[in-house]
């Protein structure tokens, strides 16, 4: 079974300018979620989808932050423009839902995560 | 609202050495508590669980119970190996409303031989 792919690994920008990451769940997998995690820290969830309806997006700095996931499969997190507290992982997670008939055990999936730095 | 406490790292133990890291949460009602691993260059993933009070979660060797009285859920290995060396992240979720996880903020655990 694929896992949760995600691109690109790495990414540098400068501040003021923009990045968009991808996120491919395991197939089949109603929930998505997006986390921040800041070096030293633990991750942060920025937003939640199930299918393609946001669930949670309460941490999300939306001034800046957007994020979609179109057909209730895969998912872009934007940020436009980025600040240099921006720097960090960003992680993407999926997991079944019993809302969906799935069977939950509570386990999430994640990515390898897309590493940006803000100079 | 839910939180999750975590012993600061960084830890440094030898080769067959006994660990514990210790992790306390705060939550409302009963949640569902985790150990996630993360491996240098790989990313998060599952080492064990537990869902109600005095389960007990074993993956890999390590062992974690969940005490309701002391909110503890401590991760334990009765010998470290070098290949345990990773960052160790406590977690838990609320059994109602939404399904996220609130981390802890993670144990770098590094095992010299």
């Known amino acids: 079974e694929a896992g949760v792919a995600q691109s690109p690994r790495y990414k540098i920008i400068e501040k003021r300018q923009s990045v968009a990451f991808w996120c491919n769940p395991i197939?089949?997998?109603?929930?998505l979620y997006w986390y921040q995690q800041i070096l030293g820290q633990g991750p942060k969830l920025l937003i939640q989808f199930q299918n393609n309806g946001v669930v949670d997006d309460s941490q999300l700095p939306k001034d800046r932050f957007s994020a979609e996931r179109l057909k209730g499969v895969d998912s872009t997190l934007k940020i436009q423009p980025a600040k240099l507290e921006d720097s960090a992982v960003y992680l993407c997670?999926?997991?079944?839902?019993?809302?969906?008939?799935?069977?939950?055990?509570?386990?999430?999936?994640f990515g390898e995560g897309s590493r940006l730095t803000v100079l | 609202g839910n939180s999750v406490t975590q012993m600061e790292g960084p830890v440094t133990l030898s080769e067959e050495a006994f660990l514990t890291i210790n992790c306390t949460y705060t939550?409302?009602?009963?949640?569902?508590l985790f150990w996630y691993v993360q491996y240098p260059g790989e990313g998060l993933q599952l080492l064990l669980k537990?869902?109600?009070?005095?389960d007990k979660g074993s993956n890999k060797g390590f062992e974690a119970t969940y005490r309701k009285e002391t909110t503890s859920f401590h991760l334990e290995k009765g010998s470290v190996q070098v290949s345990d060396s990773a960052v160790y992240f406590c977690?838990?979720?609320?059994?109602?409303?939404?399904?996220?996880?609130?981390f802890g903020t993670g144990t770098r655990l590094t095992i010299i031989p």
């Open positions: 197939s089949g997998h109603a929930t």
């Open positions: 977690a838990l979720k609320a059994n109602f409303g939404n399904e996220k996880l609130t």
């Open positions: 939550a409302t009602g009963y949640p569902s």
């Open positions: 537990a869902t109600k009070a005095d």
């Open positions: 997670a999926s997991s079944p839902s019993l809302r969906a008939g799935g069977i939950n055990t509570g386990e999430l999936f």
